[in-house]
């Protein structure tokens, strides 16, 4: 079982839709949990921290639930822009820190 | 600011050739990484360098070697490149191995024939 899993996509969606990733992690020690958004070609970005109590930031929320280890990210009112691969990514400590990134669920936003 | 600095972009090897991928950060950051990131994969942890002055192996070391030149290079080197190390490298560095934000190179696309 992979670490972190996450569903491949693409999601196509149209301009203005709201869209959800889900994501969920292997480790129920895992600590500290992030999104991060890849542009095609590009390096990864960090997007967002996934805080316990949830979080938002403008369209973007983003959610946690230790007991089910899911996370979610949740994108509001969808604009082109928003194109891009998103990556689950969880800090473990597996003898030492370490990020470990999902696959990346790719999304497409079309006029 | 440059953040992190990756040379070369694109490199093309003969199966056996060696190589030297450099790293450079200038955010004065403690922990240095090298990613590869293949299709389907994710991207999976080839080194890291918690600090200036060690070196660790993460998930797929080998074929793979580095060195921690300083606080602010990072560098990985193949001995001997294989067809399978064909794939995109990222390096990566962040304040602290817990640190969440890690800052990523722009990528070295390297095919291996």
């Known amino acids: 079982r992979k670490e972190v899993e996450q569903d491949p996509g693409p999601f196509n969606v149209p301009e203005g839709a709201t869209v959800a990733f889900n994501c969920t992690y292997s480790?129920?020690?895992?600590?500290?949990f992030f999104w991060y958004r890849q542009d095609c070609r590009k390096e990864p970005k960090l997007l967002m921290s996934v805080y316990s109590s949830g979080n938002e930031d403008g369209r973007f929320t983003a959610q946690l639930n230790r007991a089910s280890q899911y996370i979610s990210l949740l994108i509001r009112d969808s604009k082109l822009s928003d194109s891009a691969t998103y990556l689950c990514?969880?800090?473990?400590?597996?003898?030492?820190?370490?990020?470990?990134f999902g696959t990346g669920t790719r999304l497409l936003v079309s006029p | 600011n440059a953040g992190v600095t990756q040379t070369p972009k694109f490199q093309v090897l003969k199966t056996g050739q060696s190589m030297t991928l450099q790293c450079a950060q200038d955010?004065?950051?403690?922990?240095m990484y090298w990613y590869r990131q293949d299709p389907g994969m994710g991207l999976r942890l080839i080194y890291y360098s918690a600090s200036e002055g060690t070196t660790d192996k993460g998930e797929v070391p080998n074929g793979y070697n580095v060195s921690r030149l300083n606080k602010r290079e990072f560098s990985l080197r193949l001995e001997s490149a294989a067809p399978s190390q064909t794939s995109v490298y990222f390096c990566a560095s962040s304040e602290a191995p817990g640190a969440g934000e890690a800052f990523f190179g722009q990528g070295t696309r390297l095919t291996v024939v």
């Open positions: 480790n129920s020690a895992s600590q500290s």
């Open positions: 990514v969880v800090l473990m400590n597996t003898g030492f820190q370490k990020l470990v």
């Open positions: 955010m004065n950051h403690n922990s």
